[in-house]
């Protein structure tokens, strides 16, 4: 990836062969063939066809430059929401499992787009990714409202995208008790936020996926 100092070297040292044009024109001129010009007061001056050629040379340098420019920021858009996504997904992957590694018991068996874990202290915390974002409830009374795991900014954040097949599921598998601890399995792919530009530099979508299970006592 190219930073700013990268990219004005590089338009420097473009330009700098326009530069070099002017400084060994004497050289040049006899090479190509072109006759020298006197101006009043002894002065050399330059030929219609070499102020062409200059300026053409430089609105080619000009125009290769913007582009490379452009690329390079898209590059650099695409990477930042990419990394926007990874990043909020790791998030919902760490506190899932540490929620399920203090918990009891998972509810309900199957699959399905939420969860209830029992916490050993007995608070019941629901995972939900039914909507847009994913949410927890701390407490599992509906009193207090659930929360948000992901940035939900609608620009800058993420949400799930439902329009893929491993959108979200939580498959639970065993029963609490017996000493044999419960598994369940989280996959779900996030994408950018719901009003980010409809540019392909600010698209992303990745899948995530996590098994983890509670401890058995």
């Known amino acids: 990836m190219f930073d700013g100092m990268e990219i004005a070297r590089f338009v420097t040292s ?5 530069t070099q044009f002017f400084r060994y024109s004497h050289v040049l001129r006899p090479l190509c063939g072109l006759k020298r010009k006197k101006s ?3 002065q050399w001056g330059f030929t219609l066809i070499e102020l062409l050629v200059v300026s ?3 609105g080619f340098l000009a125009v290769m430059s913007s582009t490379i420019l452009s690329s390079i920021l898209r590059s650099q858009n695409k990477t930042t929401i990419i ?3 990874r990043q909020n997904g790791n998030i919902v992957i760490d506190k899932f499992e540490r929620d399920v590694k203090q918990a009891k018991e998972i509810s309900p068996i199957g699959s399905g787009t939420n969860v209830t874990l029992t916490l050993y202290d007995g608070t019941p915390v629901t995972w939900d990714c039914s909507g847009s974002n994913f949410t927890r409830d701390p407490d599992g009374s509906g009193l207090l409202a659930p929360v948000s795991v992901t940035n939900s900014d609608l620009i800058n954040g993420v949400q799930v995208n439902h329009t893929v097949a491993n959108d979200c599921d939580f498959t639970v598998t065993g029963s609490s008790g017996g000493g044999t601890p419960q598994l369940v399995q989280l996959i779900f792919t996030l994408e950018q ?3 980010a530009p409809s540019r392909a530099e600010f698209e992303a979508s990745v899948e995530f996926e996590v ?3 509670t401890r058995a006592y």
């Open 211 to 213: 098994t983890v299970g």
């Open 56 to 58: 053409a040379l430089i």
């Open 193 to 195: 936020g719901a009003s």
């Open 40 to 42: 009043a007061g002894e």
């Open 83 to 85: 990394n926007e996504v």
């Open 14 to 18: 473009k330009f700098s062969l326009t």
